[in-house]
């Protein structure tokens, strides 16, 4: 009888661990808006609202992420979020800063007027890693992602 018992709790961990690691393999996140809210003599703050979602049947705890921003592929800046959790099959939006650094822009706007002039639109970047919760909190699960606008 305690074979029987032991085989089924391991089975249900190895099922939500798989469940939970799936689910934040599949986050997908968007940028929906870019502003700026501060400017300073070195760097500015910009605000972005991205979109996350969960399309899988398990809820997302903890997630976070730490980042760096590309402008045509030179990165000028980066941030962070945490504490974001997503029911199954829903998605939230989430207002981060993100610390832009002036001397990394001009190359960055330079390369965005070649682009422009070729035909081409403006490339945003943000690549990094993101990671969460999983199996009941005890453990976490990372993986590095890139969104793009």
């Given at each position: 009888?305690?074979?029987?018992?032991?085989?089924?709790?391991?089975?249900?961990?190895?099922?939500?661990?798989?469940?939970?690691?799936?689910?934040?393999?599949?986050?997908?996140?968007?940028?929906?808006?870019?502003?700026?809210?501060?400017?300073?003599l070195?760097?500015?703050?910009?605000?972005?609202?991205?979109?996350?979602?969960?399309?899988?049947?398990?809820?997302?705890?903890?997630?976070?992420?730490?980042?760096?921003?590309?402008?045509?592929?030179?990165?000028?800046?980066?941030?962070?979020?945490?504490?974001?959790?997503?029911?199954?099959?829903?998605?939230?939006?989430?207002?981060?800063?993100?610390?832009?650094?002036?001397?990394?822009?001009?190359?960055?706007?330079?390369?965005?007027?070649?682009?422009?002039?070729?035909?081409?639109s403006?490339?945003?970047?943000i690549?990094?890693?993101?990671?969460?919760?999983?199996?009941?909190?005890?453990?976490?699960?990372?993986?590095?992602?890139?969104?793009?606008?």
């Amino acid at each position: 009888m305690a074979v029987v018992i032991l085989l089924i709790v391991t089975v249900f961990f190895i099922s939500n661990y798989y469940g939970d690691v799936e689910a934040l393999e599949n986050v997908d996140v968007s940028v929906e808006s870019v502003y700026i809210s501060r400017f300073g003599l070195t760097d500015c703050t910009f605000i972005l609202t991205l979109n996350i979602s969960n399309p899988s049947s398990h809820d997302i705890s903890s997630l976070s992420s730490n980042f760096e921003i590309f402008v045509e592929n030179i990165s000028i800046g980066y941030g962070n979020f945490s504490g974001v959790d997503i029911k199954a099959y829903t998605a939230v939006r989430k207002d981060i800063s993100v610390i832009v650094v002036y001397s990394s822009v001009a190359e960055a706007a330079v390369n965005t007027l070649r682009n422009i002039w070729k035909g081409g639109s403006p490339t945003v970047e943000i690549k990094g890693e993101i990671s969460g919760s999983i199996l009941f909190g005890l453990t976490t699960f990372s993986y590095p992602f890139i969104a793009s606008k």
